[in-house]
């Protein structure tokens, strides 16, 4: 079926009377006062107009069955104008409609490499046929699957690490005088991801550091089917302190080409952020399966088609004498032959055609993280101090003295983090250590702190950021799911975002508690693939791993998160008061991702724990053993991916497996302890027991929903007597 727009291309071209006017050269301006040049206009009308058939194939292919993706860039095209103001190592992360962006960027290369996305094939050059994105690694696009303005955080965090970079004295992926170029629409612009992201540009540029950031709003005025509100975008972007705001009429690309030029310069020498306001127009719709008169009128629809930018360029140039209508023409057919005739071709390629197939970048990514282990840390640089037994919250500190002393690209950043230590004192000494280059404080932002972690990463630095609670996370989650765990999928592990997020966690925690600081939710984590859960609960444990977690985000651009129990941080005692038996040594070694470790022998009981549940777990051991229950506990340490081979040696030895879980009974740990135990035949008896399905209340009320020691007991006695 023939899209109406097209229709209307050729048929308002056809109209036009040829004119015999000198056609001017190609250095010579399209127009008077505009720095784009005729040869220049040519090269962004050859990008729209493959932009514009591109999105012509997509329903071509999908009306075959053979094309998957039919969001196009239609109405858009006029963001090639800005590709062409930036340079090609310019780092870019784009807009689902910034076709025309792509196309400039990538010349005639990019029609094959759209059309093999539109098939998901696999021989498409970033994501293998995994998705469809606009992304090339030698072109410098980090692919995005962003329809939300997800990927604003990692934007800022990649104009930070340009200039970091060069004050660490360290590699950065982007040339010092980079740019950061990021685009949205503007629905997007109010999703509190953008605003969040926005702010974050300016507080940090407030305060002198470098934020060479362009953000490109391409403002056609509807988000699916709800309208923007006219003059919505000027009126919040135009006048906000701190951001250079320009404009440009997004159907006109000479108008466009010299604001992007303006803004572009602007942010370069600046080093500040600006914003790009491109008044577009959307046209064929939402996407192929968008029945758009169920909201616009045909007034409407038809209304738009003269502000399409591929018709008002060709004016230009027909107006200019630099094309004739038939030359017009001419390419546009040519250009529409040649991307069927390339439709054709890429949609008889193989596609992945196994869940292995499907799932080689996270297995590649998981051997990485698997082989990066430190084998031992003995050589590693220490912070000085003597080799006396330590807490939990002092061997995480040296640890980090050392991630710092051993990889000059780590950082450390978040909320509270750098003068005050951490809420805790976790982090105290470090940044009087170093600088406050290295160690430093954030706004009070989970999205942001998590974006400037995305976007270090994928710039060449070891992002470790902190969250201050467990409960925070779930406010920026997206961050991790939809943003730092797709990246080495969606490329094809050509970009990686190495990071280690540590974050307080769990409950137990005396005097100060309640919900948001004593949470023991990690459901909305434990399901993403390729994301490594360290849980660590004794101190050498608690530095062994952060040693792995940063080694293994080095080599392997993984990202980890550290679950690091509160309760735990300053426990000395096990069993008795003053008896110390919770300090231990700093490590020697690294802990092997996915390895458990034992304590004690018994041959009654196997305890399956973790965190906070290693230590009561222990204690109800030693009970246990009074009343003639031999036990040996488990502690876990690591909760995706769990230590199968050693839960599942260790829960023969018994034939009886209690799973001691802090987290809730529903979505919690446990669930797939168990899952995983009977999955691999295990056929001895088992039982778990854990929180209650409740938020956790303030002060002891907690301990009635709270996992306890006497309920671990009773349940141990059940198991083995019953």
């Known amino acids: 079926m023939a899209e109406p727009i097209d229709e209307y291309f050729t048929a308002t071209i056809s109209a036009i009377s040829e004119s015999a006017r000198p056609r001017p050269g190609d250095d010579l301006p399209v127009r008077d006062g505009s720095s784009l040049t005729v040869g220049g206009c ?12 591109l999105d012509l194939a997509a329903r071509y292919l999908r009306a075959q069955g053979k ?35 792509y196309m400039a960027r990538a010349g005639v290369d990019g029609l094959r490499d759209v059309l093999l996305g539109l098939v998901a094939a696999t021989d498409e050059p970033i994501a293998g046929g995994r998705h469809k994105v606009f992304g090339r ?85 509807i988000g699916i089917s709800v309208p923007t509100p006219r003059g919505w975008i000027e009126q919040m972007f135009s006048s906000r302190a701190g951001l250079a705001y320009f404009a440009a009429d997004g159907s006109d690309l000479a108008d466009t080409f010299d604001a992007a030029t303006a803004a572009a310069e602007w942010v370069r020498t600046r080093r500040r952020p600006a914003f790009l306001h491109v008044r577009t127009v959307r046209l064929m719709g939402h996407a192929g399966s968008d029945y758009e008169p169920a909201y616009r009128s045909a007034a409407e629809i038809a209304a738009s088609y003269d502000r399409d930018p591929v018709l008002r360029t060709a004016r230009v140039l027909i107006d200019s004498g630099v094309l004739t209508p038939a030359e017009v023409l001419s390419r546009y057919e040519a250009m529409r032959a040649k991307v069927i005739g390339l439709a054709d071709e890429v949609s008889e390629l193989p596609q992945l055609d196994s869940a292995q197939a499907v799932m080689e970048p996270l297995r590649a990514a998981h051997d990485e993280v698997v082989a990066a282990a430190p084998v031992s840390l003995v050589a590693s640089v220490r912070s000085g101090e003597a080799d006396a037994p330590i807490t939990v919250a002092a061997a995480i500190n040296r640890a980090l003295h050392d991630i710092l002393d051993r990889y000059p690209e780590a950082m450390i950043f978040g909320e509270d983090v750098a003068r005050k230590g ?167 070694s690294g802990v092997a991702v996915g390895r458990a470790r034992t304590y004690g022998e018994g041959t009654d009981l196997t305890i399956l724990t973790f965190g906070n549940g290693l230590r009561m777990s222990l204690r109800v051991a030693r009970r246990l053993a009074s009343v003639h229950i031999d036990a040996r506990v488990v502690d876990l340490r690591w909760l995706a991916p769990l230590p199968v081979e050693d839960m599942l040696r260790e829960a023969e030895v018994s034939g009886r497996v209690l799973i001691v879980d802090e987290t809730r009974e529903t979505g919690g740990v446990g669930e797939g302890v168990l899952a995983t135990l009977v999955k691999h035949g295990f056929a001895g008896r088992l039982d778990r027991v854990a929180s209650k399905d409740s938020f956790i209340p303030l002060g002891d009320a907690a301990l009635q929903v709270l996992l306890s020691e006497e309920t671990v007991e009773a349940a141990a006695i059940k198991l083995v007597r019953s």
């Open 422 to 588: 951490g809420v805790y004192g976790v982090t105290r000494g470090l940044q009087a250590a170093t600088s406050s280059a290295r160690v430093f404080d954030t706004l009070l932002d989970e999205q942001s702190i998590l974006g400037l972690a995305l976007g270090a990463g994928v710039s060449g630095l070891l992002p470790i950021p902190e969250i201050q609670y467990l409960a925070y996370f779930h406010n920026a989650a997206d961050q991790i799911r939809g943003e730092a765990a797709t990246l080495q999928f969606f490329s094809n592990r050509q970009y990686r975002n190495p990071m280690v997020v540590r974050m307080a966690a769990y409950g137990y925690q005396k005097g100060f508690g309640g919900h948001f600081h004593n949470d023991n939710s990690i459901a909305a984590m434990r399901d993403i693939p390729g994301v490594v859960i360290a849980s660590p609960a004794r101190p050498d444990d608690a530095a062994g791993m952060l040693h792995t977690c940063a080694a293994a985000a080095r080599e392997a651009g993984a990202v980890y998160i550290l679950l690091e129990p509160i309760a735990l941080y300053h426990t000395r005692d096990l069993y008795d008061d003053n008896d110390g038996g919770w300090l231990a040594a700093y490590p020697a």
């Open 137 to 221: 690694h030698d072109l410098h696009i980090i692919p995005q699957t962003s329809t939300i303005a997800s990927h604003l955080p990692r934007a800022v965090g990649v104009a930070f690490s340009i200039a970091r970079a060069k004050k660490l004295g360290v590699a950065c992926a982007w040339p010092e005088d980079a740019i950061t170029v990021c685009s949205f629409g503007d629905a997007s612009a109010n999703h509190s991801t953008a605003v969040g992201a926005i702010n974050a540009a300016l507080h940090a540029a407030y305060q002198g550091v470098p934020m060479p950031l362009l953000f490109v709003c391409e403002d056609n005025g």
């Open 67 to 101: 094309g998957y993706y039919t969001i196009g860039s239609s109405g858009h095209e006029g963001n090639s104008a800005v590709a062409a103001a930036l340079r090609p190592t310019d780092p870019a992360l784009l807009h689902y409609r910034s076709g025309g962006f």
């Open 42 to 53: 040519l090269t962004l009308f050859d990008a729209a107009l493959g932009s514009r058939h």
